[in-house]
Nanobody
Framework: QVQLVESGGGSVQAGGTLRVSCAAF??????MGWFRRAPGKEREAVAT???????TYADSVKGRFTISKDNAKNTLYLQMNSLKLEDTAMYYC???????????WGQGTQVTVSS
């Protein structure tokens, strides 16, 4: 079993920066990722990182967001720069034992970008 605990969300003005964190407890996982769901929209993958070092980013965040993982702390990060209004969403951390298969989910942390 794996428990994921997110932190670091909050409110920020457009153009600002924010970093969200996800502490993982329990078994090691192969891939971890950040997903988000905005009001009235479906959940989307924001960024993922796997143990082989591969990363993926949604087109909408490329060049602005950076995903990283501190293996010593078993903590996942998402550095968000140049935030836009449309980045407002609940951000969820997820993990899994195989690529593109996320079976463990955190409770979410709210990110709100205002003008």
């Amino acid at each position: 079993q794996v428990q994921l605990v997110e932190s670091g969300g909050g409110s920020v003005q457009a153009g600002g920066t924010l970093r969200v964190s996800c502490a993982a407890f329990g078994y090691d996982t192969y891939c971890m990722g950040w997903f988000r769901r905005a009001p009235g929209k479906e959940r989307e993958a924001v960024a993922t990182i796997c143990s082989d070092g591969s990363t993926t980013y949604a087109d909408s965040v490329k060049g602005r967001f950076t995903i990283s993982k501190d293996n010593a702390k078993n903590t996942l990060y998402l550095q968000m720069n140049s935030l836009k209004l449309e980045d407002t969403a609940m951000y969820y951390c997820a993990a899994g034992h195989r690529p593109n298969t996320y079976i463990y989910w955190g409770q979410g942390t709210q990110v709100t970008v205002s003008s």
